[in-house]
């Protein structure tokens, strides 16, 4: 299985970016989700998507990303709006090996890691 970020990179303030993750060896509907790191944070989810779409966002990024996935392409995508300074972080893209009803929201959920993506806002 091979996971692999990008879309990352500098952008002000207020600004958008749009992460993809492409997938590969995994089968396209099992549950995925994006997570963030930030230097001396813990890893932390910031939206997860079922293998039927449904979505979820944690509350300091709703209204401003959206989790999307593209099966055809097994690929996932974030697209972050309004970005904040306290949205920088390396942002990770993540698979179960499930197929998932609903977003799994734990790290133990995840069995796969892309190698991340830098996003650094500036103020």
């Known amino acids: 299985v091979q996971l692999v970020e990008s879309g990352g990179g500098l952008v002000q303030a207020g600004g958008s970016l749009r992460l993809s993750c492409a997938a590969s060896g995994i089968f396209s509907f099992n549950a995925m989700g994006w997570y963030r790191q930030a230097p001396g944070k813990e890893r932390e989810l910031v939206a997860a998507?079922?293998?039927?779409?449904?979505?979820y966002c944690v509350d300091s990024v709703k209204g401003r990303f959206t989790i999307v996935r593209d099966n055809s392409k097994n690929t996932l995508y974030l697209q972050m709006n309004s970005l904040k300074p306290e949205d920088t972080a390396m942002y990770y893209c993540a698979a179960s090996k499930k197929l998932a009803r609903v977003p799994f929201t734990t790290l133990d959920d995840y069995d796969y890691w892309g190698q991340g993506t830098q996003v650094t806002v500036s103020s």
């Open positions: 998507i079922s293998s039927g779409s449904s979505t």
